[in-house]
């Protein structure tokens, strides 16, 4: 991962050249291991297909056929076929007894030493304390994090020190057409509760 260190030396005042062996990897025609497959997970699989990825997928459930071949997703019934496969991993699952570090030393291990993994969920589905040891030692090659535990993380935790993971501040929705969507989604659901209408947005407990 060489943005985080690209753009340090971009603006840093000592840098006169730009090194020419600086390479990154492709993501066209890469694996994309997506862990969930709902309909943020999907979205993320049209994005994917654009750059005609690979695109496998583990879900609590398989999708329909019809679903699969229109974004070319390929079903793993086992989280660890897709951590083997993958060149990057995709978190976008939501957080709950079931998933809370579901990522640990174990899963990081069988991935490979050259991928990356996207977390965009919720931070406790991975164990920090593994991926920072992962990190440090190569067992992966990067990691990109939306989300952490706590938010923000202390100052002086490890993760904030390495140069082989990018952070964000759970900005994943946070653009101000999205979030005027969210108002009006939640405003309308508010409506049809008050009125007895069917709630449009309604999450049926599992």
Known sequence: MYLHTGCQIAMSPDTKYFAVEWLG????????????????????????RAFNMRILYHNRNRRRREDEEAVGAHY?????????QSDFVMLVVNLTPETHKLIGKKELGLMKP?????????????????????????????????????????????????????????????????????????????????NDQPIPSEVFPK
Do not use: F
């Not at 862990?35 to 999907?42: E, L, N």
């Not at 920072?132 to 935790?157: F, G, M, N, S």
């Open 114 to 194: 050259t991928a990356t993994l996207i977390n965009i969920s919720r931070g406790a589905v991975i164990d920090q304390d593994a991926l920072v040891e992962a990190l440090q030692d190569k067992v992966i090659r990067a990691a990109a994090l939306d989300v952490t535990y706590p938010e923000p993380l202390p100052r002086d935790h490890p993760l904030l020190k390495l140069n082989n993971v990018i952070i964000t501040p759970h900005i994943g929705t946070a653009t101000v057409q999205a979030i005027r969507t969210m108002a009006e989604e939640a405003i309308a659901n508010m409506l049809a509760v008050l």
């Open 25 to 48: 990897v492709e993501v066209t025609r890469a694996t994309l291991g997506i862990i969930g497959m709902g309909s943020i997970g999907y979205k993320v699989a049209q994005r994917a």
């Open 76 to 84: 793993c019934a086992k989280m660890e076929d897709l951590l083997q």
